[in-house]
């Protein structure tokens, strides 16, 4: 192996090792905070069903009223 190969290593698992030690310094606030959107995330999802079912069904209902009635 040649001496730029070695040192070419020695820098890429240097670089590995820092960045999972900066990986692993996260704060217990981050890491609250990234659980706190994913539960509002999904509290959210769960609003869009929940008004967007019914107005997507009206949609559909309304599109087949005016065919229905166009054909009379």
Same mark, same amino acid.
């Given at each position: 192996?040649?001496?730029?190969?070695?040192?070419?290593?020695?820098?890429?698992?240097?670089?590995?090792?820092?960045?999972?030690? /900066? *990986?692993? !310094? %996260?704060? #217990?606030? +981050?890491?609250? /905070? *990234?659980? !706190? %959107?994913? #539960?509002? +995330?999904?509290?959210?999802?769960?609003?869009?069903?929940?008004?967007?079912?019914?107005?997507?069904?009206?949609?559909?209902?309304?599109?087949?009223?005016?065919?229905?009635?166009?054909?009379?």
């Amino acid at each position: 192996m040649s001496d730029l190969s070695k040192k070419l290593s020695l820098v890429v698992a240097s670089v590995a090792v820092l960045s999972g030690n /900066a *990986m692993a !310094a %996260l704060p #217990a606030e +981050a890491t609250t /905070a *990234m659980t !706190a %959107l994913g #539960a509002d +995330a999904i509290e959210m999802i769960g609003l869009v069903w929940t008004y967007g079912s019914p107005i997507v069904i009206g949609f559909v209902v309304w599109k087949m009223f005016k065919r229905g009635s166009s054909k009379i």
